[in-house]
């Protein structure tokens, strides 16, 4: 029983120099974006520079932390693959990152270092946020929900006054005819990615921690911000499941399960002064420009119609094992497609090839499987949120912490009570150990 105690001891470690860095890992996350790196003079996502500058400070934080703490637990390497030998899932996931690091640079031949942020940055967020204890964790809520507040009210601000904190560059060029806010999450579309999933988030349970003035205030404001970072899809998605959400309470209700009255009581007060705002709102015109690109969306459907077309150039050879690089740019160019594939599937296919992405696909999901196992239940809905935008965007196919910042907000929004942690750590150590017998025997 003392070995095993002694395997899964909490990991990182507690301690005042863990907790702040965790602190520093997450507020870089939420507060310096790839669009604030750009503008620092950052060779971030651009041609040129050294490998300092294609990697975001945050997760330079995140793996000399995890470094600290394996050396706090004695051989950082030993510490490292014990944590992962408990995560068979996520120990894949990252064996396949590696894979498809050797890949593109000796086969594909394409830049290898947007792994660091958009995969392996996750994996590193899911350690180091995964097993707080409660006194560190109820710090955590604060700033995180604090951060998303405060990230809303300056993309509100900028809406107001036309200024930005960074501008839009996409593809080395800076957009300067968007109206949409940056705010401190940088680009539209990650803004609103990211805003749907706290909101979907809070929807299901992630604000206990908060006092229920502090929450509604949250959601408020969170779902204005919505309309100025003009993420279409992520809006329509949003609203169609929490009208699922709302539809299986009412259901529940229905065959008379308990529900709490002071919850609804709440929503009868609420709803019609939402309803008041929004048509105070609307008169005064601060949906017109979201709802405008519902009408004219500068070509963005169309682009999502061509890069179905890049297929037909390809031989089955390209498709299955990677086309070529240079080919794919140039296609890109004649269909108008510079600023990217509007669909991670899609773009991570043309990119590195069917097999190699249905593999890495596989893997991801994975790792999104122990991640779940991990927290409360509820999580699952953020992800089928999170991977349906992906589908109609850029999004994790491009260099970007979006994916990072998302698990940082479940791990500590649908965090699970230290006692049941507990519980389940213990189940799982008597399930190996059960295991291992089996296969001695």
């Given amino acids: 029983m003392g070995a095993t105690t002694s395997r899964h001891r909490r990991f990182p470690p507690d301690g005042r120099l863990i907790g702040l860095a965790l602190a520093v890992v997450a507020t870089l996350y939420l507060t310096i974006s790839t669009l604030t790196l750009l503008n620092w003079g950052f060779n971030y996502d651009e041609a040129g520079g050294n490998v300092f500058e294609k990697i975001h400070p945050a997760t330079f934080v995140a793996a000399a932390t995890l470094l600290l703490a394996g050396l706090m637990q004695g051989n950082p390497l030993t510490a490292i693959i014990g944590a992962l030998d408990r995560y068979p899932g996520t120990a894949l996931f990252v064996a396949m990152i590696g894979i498809l690091i050797a890949y593109s640079i000796k086969i594909v031949g394409l830049p290898f270092t947007a792994f660091f942020d958009t995969f392996l940055a996750p994996v590193m967020v899911f350690f180091l946020f ?14 995180i929900h604090s951060l998303m507040v405060l990230n809303a009210v300056i993309g509100i601000g900028e809406f107001i006054s036309g200024e930005r904190l960074t501008p839009i560059v996409a593809s080395g060029m800076v957009i300067a005819d968007d109206w949409r ?30 006092p229920k003035p502090f929450a509604a ?8 911000a919505m309309v100025v970072f003009g993420g279409r899809a992520s809006s329509v998605i949003l609203l169609v499941l929490l009208g699922v959400l709302a539809a299986r309470g009412g259901l529940r209700i229905l065959r008379g399960e308990r529900f709490d009255k002071t919850a609804v009581l709440t ?11 929004l048509t105070t709102l609307v ?14 969306d500068k070509g963005s459907a169309e682009a999502r119609v061509y890069m179905f077309e ?11 094992l990677a086309p070529d690089p240079d080919q794919m740019a140039t296609l890109k160019r004649i269909y108008d497609l510079d600023f990217g594939i509007e669909s991670f599937w899609i773009s991570f296919v043309l990119s590195y090839g069917i097999i190699p992405g249905l593999a890495f696909f596989a893997a991801l999901f994975l790792f999104c499987r ?14 089928v949120f999170f991977f349906l935008v992906a589908s109609t965007s850029v999004s994790l196919s491009s260099k970007s912490t979006v994916f990072a910042e998302l698990l940082l907000m479940m791990l500590v929004m649908f965090r699970r009570p230290q006692i049941e942690m507990a519980h389940r750590s ?14 001695s025997a």
């Fill in 267 to 277: 929503a009868l007060i609420v709803i019609p002064i939402v309803a008041l705002a």
């Fill in 181 to 210: 806010s940056t705010a401190l999450l940088g680009h539209p579309l990650a803004n609103a990615s990211l805003t749907g999933a706290y909101l979907l988030s809070l929807a299901l349970g992630g604000a206990k921690d908060l």
């Fill in 283 to 296: 008169e005064a015109g601060f949906f017109d420009q979201f709802l405008a690109r519902f009408i004219d």
């Fill in 370 to 383: 122990d991640v779940l196992r991990s927290i409360r239940p509820g999580g699952i809905w953020v992800f």
């Fill in 310 to 320: 890049l297929f037909q150039h390809l031989s089955w050879y390209e498709l299955l």
């Fill in 426 to 439: 213990v189940r799982r150590s008597s399930h190996m150990m059960t295991s291992k017998v089996t296969v």
């Fill in 130 to 143: 995964k097993d707080m204890r409660k006194e560190r964790a109820c710090r955590f809520v604060w700033l």
């Fill in 217 to 224: 205030g949250a959601f408020i404001v969170n779902a204005a």
